[in-house]
């Protein structure tokens, strides 16, 4: 899978919206970009996954630049329970391969 | 949505002893299902892919002697640490995809101690 790159960490406060980047700049055409988050003590929890639109879930947004070289996991409105890391994963093994996981985002949230 | 389960929650063991941990998909079917570990501060690493009926397959580095991967049935999946070791005490978290989807579930994880 291609690799990905985020920062180590971001802060946020509580309530405003939350912009999470990713670089994938050598993303193949048939990748999609899913995003994960990881709760302390936790398996991992889906977030959203999209190929070339923006989309729009319940929990987030995911909005991917033109040229799929990146992308950004919005959170709207966040919340202290949204303190977690956030993974970006390139796939595209169709449920068929494990996920390479990076070192993602430490997201904290300020009250 | 989907859910994963893991069984048990966690696990202290003498060295030298040998651990089993369930996984399971409560409502669906997977006839592929993955497991992973996580040292502390770390990302997960892929360990295997469990097969319903044939055998695993293991990621560089993992010996499938010291990980026994069985998936017997198309809702459960198991790994078993043999001879456990301290440097084995991880995280052990499984996952799964519901047939057709992309997204995969995750367990909650099984702390493991090996004293």
């Known amino acids: 899978d291609a690799k990905t790159t985020q920062p180590n960490s971001m802060e946020s406060n509580e309530e405003e919206p939350v912009h999470l980047p990713c670089n994938h700049s050598t993303i193949s055409g048939t990748d999609y970009i899913h995003w994960y988050r990881q709760l302390p003590s936790q398996g991992p929890e889906y977030v959203i996954h999209g190929l070339t639109s923006n989309v729009n879930n319940r929990m987030a947004s995911l909005a991917i630049a033109e040229d799929r070289k990146s992308s950004t996991l919005i959170l709207h409105r966040a919340t202290l329970r949204d303190a977690a890391v956030y993974y970006c994963?390139?796939?595209?093994?169709?449920?068929?391969?494990?996920?390479?996981f990076g070192k993602g985002t430490h997201l904290i949230i300020q009250p | 949505g989907a859910v994963v389960s893991q069984h048990p929650s966690w696990v202290i063991c003498k060295s030298g002893t040998s651990v089993k941990i369930e996984c399971r998909s409560l409502d669906f079917q997977a006839t592929t299902m993955f497991w992973y570990r996580q040292f502390p501060k770390q990302s997960l690493m892929l360990m295997a892919t469990s097969n319903e009926g044939s055998k695993a397959t293991y990621e560089q580095g993992v010996e499938k002697d010291k990980f026994l991967i069985n998936h017997a049935s198309l809702t459960l999946s198991t790994l078993t640490v043999t001879s456990a070791h301290p440097e084995d005490s991880s995280f052990y978290i499984c996952?799964?995809?519901?047939?057709?989807?992309?997204?995969?579930?995750f367990g909650p994880g099984t702390r493991l101690l090996v004293l």
């Open positions: 996952s799964a995809n519901r047939p057709g989807e992309e997204t995969q579930y």
């Open positions: 994963i390139l796939n595209s093994g169709g449920g068929a391969d494990g996920l390479t």
